[in-house]
């Protein structure tokens, strides 16, 4: 394994420092490449750094030359591509055999560079684990959070630990083993440890002159501090541990009831009583678990739930088809990095620091290097492992069922920590500077036209106030202007004439003036707002979105302003604007619908101008019209049977051509 200039590690802190390099962004990508041409084509790991020599990024690839190119050329289209090659400064690589030894090294670098851009967990708070000191000749179990040590075998990550202290001692009950934190545990400890070489002379003395503890005398320690037990038979119960946190419980079910069995034909029934009542403690423990498949599967099924810069991981642990327990993590990125990144990202991450691995992983993602992880879990497991994403079936729901769950870990975790109040602060604090406005906008308008060639024109003004939405300010408005083909420039002078008149501005239910107005368009929509106003004399500080590149066009400037992608004011700003957008359609979509289900009467033979006011006026609406029955119908006074059942059957293939328009626009998108 070649390495190129791996420096000492580094710890970054909340986010990169800003660029210092004086050359146009051009040259400094075209600097880059041209060191980048100079890179091998060999697998291996790249680590991007900006001007403190701090890696900023880390990275795998089969073809590091080919990888590279694509960040210095910006082909690749991550959103966060631009942004970070701007405080990239120089980069390092590490050439190895072949991409599974890639992707070991990666994990390797990320752990001890903890980059700013690659996806950890959030509070970067280490999680409990029960561990195993397989190293000691009577090893003990222990919950702890330290740093991973040799000789010791972890089973975790858990990230409720009263349930991982809980499992201990179900555990303690069910095969007696030392605790870590026992004293007399410890003093045969050091005793074995200065004498290597005298483990028998050692258990004599212990049997002589030790002193059992209490978890002997309750039948949860097997008495080791008393020479109770020889190494050999010890091992035993330690393997029936590793078993149990494994998940293979059937096993040592299995075990304990031929041990139970040979006790009874032996007429030893106290040992054959205490091994009922673990047998009993398992029982209980499965009770309390759902069984999910009806064979002993092993499975791991992750879902998550992403809002702007966080989201939220749920692992569901399936062993022998039942729900072990579940882990909700935190992570520090979310819409701004794409599906694939932060899954791939997560499962490297987690799968790193436990030795619980099950037969497959289940995600909602297809991973470009889903081969290479499974060879790396399986290396890990011993066995084969592999990644699935599932269509359909009990797998899919339990899928759907953990992005819940992640949903609202993530909700819990914003409101304990205050997240959205503070994203929100920012967003505003941010927009007051980029729109140079007099004030944080505490309430923001926004509109948005809708329509379909001129027909159907409505508008819609939504209203942020402290940086959420506030639905009760929500309003509507069908446009009046008829010009026979869409025109949002003057729709728009039109809605904002409407919203803005003195007898509006004086009403308490349009609520107070707005710190900020956005208008949904480039600049013909902040033109004709900025006319508008003029007209009435107002002065409202007020900007256009643009849908393309998320322009912001303000009035005193004719650059627009781009806010920084990622930014809590750029994803405020965005909500608004897609808010807007989605209460304009949908009121755009009852006024055509309705249109549309009225005019379908017109279809049906035998039924005029007075037929159809006449049925309307008995139901009082369509809905109730549609779920009506030929009886129902043919009940409307002047309406015959067979009139009522063309009216029944027009309104049957109308709904399906609806339901089939509907499916065919859900496929497209």
Known sequence: MARNRVDRPSRLGPAPAAPTHTEPMAEHLARLAAEVDRVPADPGCYLWKDADGQVVYVGKAKNLRARMRQYVTLADERYKIPLMMQVVESFDYVVVENEHEALVLERELIAQYRPYYNVDYKDDKSYPFIALTKSDVFPAIKYTREKHRPGTRYFGPYTDSRAARETIDTLRKVTPICSATCAEWKRVRRLIAAHPDEQDVIQLVCAQNGRP???????????????????????????????????????????????????????????????????????????????????????????????????????????????????????????????????????????????????????????????????????????????????????????????????????????????????????????????????????????????????????????????????????????????????????????????????????????????????????????????????????????????????????????????????????LVKQVRDEAHRFAITFHRELRDKAMTVSVLDEVPGVGEKRKKAVMRHFGSMKRLRSASVDEISAVKGVSESVARSIYETLRAWEAERTREKSAQSEKA
């Open 213 to 571: 503890c209490f978890d002997y005398h309750v039948g949860r320690g097997p008495g080791a501090c008393a020479g109770m037990v020889s190494p050999e038979e010890y091992a035993g119960h330690v393997r029936a541990v590793e078993r149990f946190l494994a998940g293979h419980r059937s096993e040592v079910v299995r075990e304990l009831a031929d041990q139970m069995a040979e006790a009874a034909d032996e007429l030893d029934f106290e040992r054959a009583g205490r091994i009922k009542r673990r047998l009993e403690v398992i029982d209980g423990l499965d009770d309390r678990q759902q069984v999910v498949f009806p064979t002993n599967v092993d499975i791991d099924l992750i879902g998550f739930y992403r809002e702007e810069t966080i989201a939220g991981a749920c692992v569901f642990v399936v062993r022998e088809g039942r729900t072990q327990r579940t882990c909700e993590f935190i992570l520090d990125k979310g819409l701004d990095v794409s599906e694939e990144e932060l899954a791939a990202g997560f499962v490297k991450r987690y799968y790193d620091e436990t030795s619980d691995i099950p037969a497959e992983v289940c995600l909602a993602q297809d991973l470009a290097d889903a081969e290479v992880l499974g060879e790396w879990l399986g290396e890990k497991r011993g066995r084969k492992c592999r990644l699935h994403r599932p269509q359909r079936g009990e797998k899919k729901r339990l899928l759907d069922m953990a992005a819940l769950n992640a949903r609202h870990a993530l909700m819990r975790y914003m409101m304990r920590t205050g997240y959205a109040d503070d994203r929100t602060n920012q967003a505003l604090l941010e927009l007051e500077s980029a729109l140079a406005l007099p004030a944080p906008p505490l309430r923001i308008e926004c509109f948005d036209i809708s329509t379909i060639h001129g027909n159907f024109t409505v508008a819609s003004m939504v209203v942020f106030t402290n940086g959420r939405a506030d639905k009760g300010q929500y309003r509507r408005f069908k446009i009046k202007s008829v010009t026979g083909e869409a025109n949002d420039f003057l729709s728009m002078q039109e809605v904002l004439g409407r919203r803005y008149a003195p007898e509006r501005m004086a009403d308490e239910r349009f609520g107070s003036r707005p710190d900020l107005l956005v208008v949904d368009g480039g600049k013909p929509q902040l033109t004709a707002a900025l006319t508008q106003l003029k007209g009435l004399g107002l002065d409202i500080p007020v900007c256009g979105l643009a849908k393309a590149d998320e322009e912001i066009f303000v009035p005193w400037d004719d650059t627009p302003v781009v806010l920084p992608s990622g930014s809590a004011s750029l994803y």
